[in-house]
Protein backbone atom coordinates (compact mmCIF):
# COMPACT_ATOMS: atom_id res chain seq x y z
CA UNK A 1 0.00 0.00 0.00
CA UNK A 2 1.34 3.24 -0.85
CA UNK A 3 0.97 6.12 1.60
CA UNK A 4 1.64 9.81 0.83
CA UNK A 5 1.83 12.22 4.21
CA UNK A 6 1.75 15.99 3.56
CA UNK A 7 3.21 18.51 5.95
CA UNK A 8 3.94 22.69 5.85
CA UNK A 9 0.39 24.14 5.97
CA UNK A 10 -1.07 26.77 8.00
CA UNK A 11 -1.81 30.29 7.97
CA UNK A 12 0.32 32.85 5.82
CA UNK A 13 -0.49 36.60 4.81
CA UNK A 14 -1.14 37.57 1.50
CA UNK A 15 2.01 38.32 -0.62
CA UNK A 16 4.16 35.73 2.23
CA UNK A 17 5.27 31.97 1.34
CA UNK A 18 4.81 28.45 2.38
CA UNK A 19 6.21 25.43 1.65
CA UNK A 20 4.43 22.14 1.51
CA UNK A 21 6.40 18.66 1.48
CA UNK A 22 5.10 15.09 0.60
CA UNK A 23 6.63 12.35 1.94
CA UNK A 24 6.28 9.20 -0.18
CA UNK A 25 6.36 5.37 1.26
CA UNK A 26 8.12 4.14 -1.61
CA UNK A 27 10.96 5.99 -4.06
CA UNK A 28 9.00 8.73 -6.02
CA UNK A 29 10.70 7.56 -9.45
CA UNK A 30 8.12 4.56 -9.04
CA UNK A 31 5.24 7.02 -9.72
CA UNK A 32 4.63 7.72 -13.60
CA UNK A 33 3.38 11.27 -11.96
CA UNK A 34 2.81 12.93 -8.95
CA UNK A 35 1.53 16.11 -8.39
CA UNK A 36 -0.77 18.59 -5.82
CA UNK A 37 -4.76 19.10 -6.23
CA UNK A 38 -6.44 22.07 -3.83
CA UNK A 39 -10.17 21.99 -3.19
CA UNK A 40 -11.68 25.42 -1.85
CA UNK A 41 -14.95 24.90 0.16
CA UNK A 42 -17.91 24.79 -2.54
CA UNK A 43 -15.78 23.78 -5.20
CA UNK A 44 -14.03 21.01 -7.63
CA UNK A 45 -10.89 19.72 -6.70
CA UNK A 46 -8.31 21.20 -9.12
CA UNK A 47 -4.96 20.16 -10.35
CA UNK A 48 -2.07 22.75 -9.29
CA UNK A 49 0.85 21.56 -9.80
CA UNK A 50 2.58 18.10 -11.36
CA UNK A 51 5.99 16.37 -11.85
CA UNK A 52 6.55 13.49 -14.18
CA UNK A 53 9.17 10.80 -13.82
CA UNK A 54 11.06 12.46 -16.95
CA UNK A 55 10.95 15.72 -14.29
CA UNK A 56 8.54 17.60 -16.82
CA UNK A 57 6.79 20.11 -14.78
CA UNK A 58 3.04 21.58 -14.83
CA UNK A 59 1.43 24.38 -13.61
CA UNK A 60 -2.39 25.42 -13.46
CA UNK A 61 -2.57 29.29 -14.96
CA UNK A 62 -3.39 30.83 -11.67
CA UNK A 63 -0.26 29.81 -10.12
CA UNK A 64 2.25 30.46 -12.61
CA UNK A 65 5.30 32.10 -11.86
CA UNK A 66 4.50 31.94 -7.90
CA UNK A 67 4.44 28.23 -7.19
CA UNK A 68 7.26 25.62 -8.10
CA UNK A 69 6.77 21.54 -7.54
CA UNK A 70 10.09 20.10 -6.57
CA UNK A 71 11.16 16.45 -5.64
CA UNK A 72 13.84 15.47 -3.69
CA UNK A 73 14.82 11.61 -4.52
CA UNK A 74 17.19 11.25 -1.30
CA UNK A 75 13.55 11.90 0.99
CA UNK A 76 11.62 10.75 -1.24
CA UNK A 77 9.36 13.61 -1.08
CA UNK A 78 7.63 16.34 -3.80
CA UNK A 79 7.16 19.97 -3.02
CA UNK A 80 5.35 22.79 -3.63
CA UNK A 81 7.35 25.86 -2.89
CA UNK A 82 4.19 28.54 -3.00
CA UNK A 83 5.39 32.45 -2.89
CA UNK A 84 3.10 35.58 -3.48
CA UNK A 85 0.20 33.58 -1.95
CA UNK A 86 -3.51 34.97 -2.77
CA UNK A 87 -6.30 34.46 -0.61
CA UNK A 88 -8.16 32.99 -3.60
CA UNK A 89 -5.12 30.58 -2.45
CA UNK A 90 -6.92 29.18 0.65
CA UNK A 91 -7.97 25.74 0.18
CA UNK A 92 -7.13 22.54 1.50
CA UNK A 93 -3.60 20.79 -0.48
CA UNK A 94 -3.93 17.26 -1.36
CA UNK A 95 -0.63 15.16 -2.68
CA UNK A 96 -1.70 12.87 -5.23
CA UNK A 97 0.36 10.32 -7.19
CA UNK A 98 -0.20 7.66 -10.14
CA UNK A 99 0.90 5.29 -11.93
CA UNK A 100 0.03 4.01 -15.48
CA UNK A 101 -0.02 0.20 -15.91
CA UNK A 102 -2.44 -0.54 -14.38
CA UNK A 103 -3.53 3.10 -13.93
CA UNK A 104 -3.99 3.76 -10.41
CA UNK A 105 -3.50 6.79 -8.20
CA UNK A 106 -2.73 7.45 -4.30
CA UNK A 107 -3.71 10.61 -2.23
CA UNK A 108 -2.71 12.04 0.71
CA UNK A 109 -4.65 13.12 3.49
CA UNK A 110 -4.94 16.84 2.52
CA UNK A 111 -2.92 19.89 4.64
CA UNK A 112 -4.71 23.04 4.99
CA UNK A 113 -3.64 26.51 3.72
CA UNK A 114 -5.13 29.42 4.78
CA UNK A 115 -4.14 33.08 3.12
CA UNK A 116 -5.52 35.97 4.97
CA UNK A 117 -5.80 39.43 3.38
Known amino acids: QVQLVESGGGLVQAGGSLRLSCAAS????????MGWYRQAPGKQRELVANINSGGRTSYVDSVKGRFTISRDNAKNTVDLQMTNVKPEDTAVYYC???????????WGQGTQVTVSS
Open 96 to 106: NGQFVSPWRQY
Open 26 to 33: RSIFSFNA
